[in-house]
């Protein structure tokens, strides 16, 4: 769930030239490597690792502007 929230929010990015396509891969592994996880065993747990996939790789991409 969070690969593909900051995925989505990388590609983006990309997608608007706010990203080269390069630095998706570094983007995504270093929001993977902020995530403490947790199981998801609840719909609550899920959305959760959705909302940090995509705030912090939105945290993640001043530092690549």
């Known amino acids: 769930t969070v690969l593909n929230a900051s995925n989505e929010v990388a590609v983006n ?3 608007e030239r706010k990203l080269r396509f ?3 891969v570094p983007l995504v592994s270093s929001v993977l490597e902020q995530f403490p996880g ?4 609840s719909m609550e747990a899920i959305l959760e690792a ?3 996939g995509r705030s912090a790789t939105e945290l993640e ?3 690549f502007s």
């Open 13 to 15: 990015s990309f997608l």
């Open 61 to 63: 991409l001043k530092k």
């Open 50 to 52: 959705d909302r940090f």
């Open 22 to 24: 390069s630095e998706i």
């Open 38 to 41: 947790s199981p998801s065993n």
